[in-house]
């Protein structure tokens, strides 16, 4: 059996794929020693992504010839391509041109009921030399629908591999078996991979029941770290194996060491690992990437997320009110500090603005200007677990608005007759209720000319993990609505693409 360590791809899902140099550097210099045999980087990413991925997403060929000469040249090295992201077989071809002569295996990320065209993408890549695998995703669907295997099987002479892939982390004892003997049975000559997920805590379990029923391959990583509750442990496994043929040496221990501390460090600050809501997601067969952003997400607590992945019956609430507002200047408060500090300020703005309507992102600052009575007609966004944090006495005297398509995450109370939709959101519906996406969909919705914020300060980039996503979430709003609406930042603010002027000139 032969070890891959995928820790810089898996990895690559809480670091955008890019990582310290001395921690690359580290890493590298450590499975070259170890008995690993093939290293996978990253992927060679189609250039047509408008979001931002690093350096270990877009591999160039002087840096895979750097990896290579470092791993040495009993390492096999490993990429992976996702063919969702890839329209033709040319695209692709030209992508891996310069990957020839370097880099040993091509790994396809493959859904398993989507493989139209899949053959004439492995045979354009089979026939420029690489080694080929095709990763099985949602390896569950494969216990009860055999179909699935024998459609993969009819390209076996395009690829060399089939790796059965735990995606949600839902396989328990003898399932991983099951699946073996299925693929088996109707090749048996058929190398297989399998890469575990550790939604359940059955990474090792499951690796272990993957090899005592002789297979070929088997995926790690250090310390887990992979997309979601991520994988199997990489020193686990080492250790595992080293009980049963004394493979390692004290040595090899003490130089896993401060590469392990490394990864445990950004461990603290990304926090993969299995916890209830993945073992909820993996227990019930969600994507790991929907718990991943409920867990990195500050709009909903840990009985939300649960309650979230575990209920089954969606929930219909009907709410046919739009707001039908036309307003000229809006201001939009937001939840940051800057709002409690610069309260009396806003006050005195307000006064001399009576007519500027406001809309409260968030319920964070609401409580302030309840206090400082203010007579500005406003509006409240409700997303996520928000009206659990509203303080009853708003119910009655104020209104609220909320998605155009609830989100079947976001908490409604049983009267809703101060509760009004939007119209449209255009936005990604990944990020479309989001309570900034919320507020600019309604500013637009109302032709506001003018749209002021206050208290979107924006996250350093080196605060815990759920600031950055936030900070990231906000921006690419941001992004979005830059040519569409005219925002004005009043108090200070990291966030891009915004104009920025002063609170107190309009008060001085």
């Known amino acids: 059996?032969?070890?891959?360590?995928?820790?810089?791809?898996?990895?690559?899902?809480?670091?955008?794929?890019?990582?310290?140099?001395?921690?690359?550097?580290?890493?590298?210099?450590?499975?070259?020693?170890?008995?690993?045999?093939?290293?996978?980087?990253?992927?060679?990413?189609?250039?047509?992504?408008?979001?931002?991925?690093?350096?270990?997403?877009?591999?160039?060929?002087?840096?895979?010839?750097?990896?290579?000469?470092?791993?040495?040249?009993?390492?096999?090295?490993?990429?992976?391509?996702?063919?969702?992201?890839?329209?033709?077989?040319?695209?692709?071809?030209?992508?891996?041109?310069?990957?020839?002569?370097?880099?040993?295996?091509?790994?396809?990320?493959?859904?398993?009921?989507?493989?139209?065209?899949?053959e004439k993408f492995l045979n354009e890549t089979k026939k420029m030399g690489f080694n080929i695998a095709v990763n099985l995703m949602y390896s569950h669907l494969l216990l009860k629908n055999d179909y699935l295997i024998k459609s993969i099987l009819k390209l076996k002479k395009y690829f060399n591999i089939i790796y059965i892939v735990d995606s949600y982390g839902t396989l328990i004892s003898?399932?991983?078996?099951?699946?073996?003997?299925?693929?088996?049975?109707?090749?048996?000559?058929?190398?297989?991979?399998?890469?575990?997920?550790?939604?359940?805590?059955?990474?090792?379990?499951?690796?272990?029941?993957?090899?005592?029923?002789?297979?070929?391959?088997?995926?790690?990583?250090?310390?887990?770290?992979?997309?979601?509750?991520?994988?199997?442990?990489?020193?686990?496994?080492?250790?595992?194996?080293?009980?049963?043929?004394?493979?390692?040496?004290?040595?090899?221990?003490?130089?896993?060491?401060?590469?392990?501390?490394?990864?445990?460090?950004?461990?603290?600050?990304?926090?993969?690992?299995?916890?209830?809501?993945?073992?909820?997601?993996?227990?019930?067969?969600?994507?790991?990437?929907?718990?991943?952003q409920l867990i990195k997400s500050k709009r909903y607590n840990m009985t939300d997320i649960i309650t979230y992945l575990s209920k089954k019956d969606k929930i219909s609430f009907?709410?046919?009110?739009?707001?039908?507002?036309?307003?000229?200047?809006?201001?939009?408060?937001?939840?940051?500090?800057?709002?409690?500090?610069?309260?009396?300020?806003?006050?005195?703005?307000?006064?001399?603005n009576p007519n500027i309507f406001i809309i409260f992102s968030s319920s964070r600052n609401l409580g302030l200007f309840n206090k400082i009575k203010i007579k500005n007609k406003s509006i409240i966004c409700i997303t996520g677990n928000e009206i659990t944090k509203i303080n009853k006495s708003f119910f009655k005297k104020s209104k609220f608005i909320i998605n155009k398509n609830i989100d079947d995450k976001t908490i409604l109370p049983e009267k809703l007759n101060n509760f009004f939709k939007l119209k449209k959101n255009e936005i990604d519906k990944k990020i479309n209720n989001s309570p900034l996406a919320l507020s600019l969909a309604a500013a637009q919705e109302m032709n506001a000319k003018y749209i002021y914020l206050i208290g979107f300060d924006g996250f350093e980039k080196t605060n815990k993990i759920n600031d950055y996503s936030l900070f990231n979430e906000n921006q690419s709003i941001i992004n979005f609505y830059k040519s569409k609406l005219n925002m004005i930042s009043l108090t200070d603010t990291i966030y891009e693409n915004l104009k920025k002027s002063s609170l107190f000139k309009f008060i001085s």
């Not at 408060?333 to 610069?342: D, H, I, R, T």
């Not at 309260?343 to 006064?351: A, G, M, P, Q, V």
Request: aromatic share 10%; proline share 3%.
């Open 1 to 118: 059996m032969k070890i891959l360590d995928c820790t810089l791809r898996d990895g690559g899902y809480y670091t955008n794929w890019d990582f310290d140099d001395k921690l690359v550097n580290d890493y590298l210099e450590l499975v070259k020693f170890l008995p690993i045999d093939i290293v996978e980087v990253g992927y060679r990413g189609h250039k047509n992504k408008n979001s931002y991925l690093g350096e270990f997403y877009y591999l160039t060929k002087n840096n895979l010839k750097n990896i290579k000469s470092k791993i040495g040249k009993n390492k096999k090295l490993s990429i992976m391509i996702d063919t969702k992201d890839w329209s033709n077989p040319k695209e692709l071809k030209d992508n891996l041109k310069d990957c020839k002569k370097i880099v040993d295996i091509i790994r396809f990320a493959v859904n398993p009921k989507k493989i139209n065209n899949l």
């Open 174 to 292: 003898n399932d991983v078996k099951q699946i073996i003997e299925k693929i088996r049975f109707l090749d048996p000559q058929i190398l297989i991979g399998f890469h575990a997920h550790n939604n359940l805590e059955m990474a090792l379990s499951n690796s272990i029941e993957a090899m005592d029923n002789k297979i070929d391959y088997l995926d790690s990583t250090f310390t887990g770290m992979g997309r979601g509750a991520g994988n199997l442990k990489t020193e686990l496994l080492l250790t595992f194996l080293n009980l049963k043929k004394k493979s390692l040496k004290i040595k090899n221990f003490r130089n896993i060491g401060p590469v392990v501390d490394q990864f445990e460090k950004m461990k603290l600050k990304e926090k993969w690992g299995t916890s209830l809501p993945y073992m909820i997601s993996g227990s019930t067969q969600s994507p790991q990437s929907e718990a991943m």
């Open 318 to 352: 009907k709410i046919k009110k739009n707001l039908n507002l036309k307003k000229k200047s809006i201001l939009i408060v937001g939840g940051g500090s800057s709002v409690e500090k610069k309260i009396d300020y806003i006050y005195e703005y307000l006064l001399r």
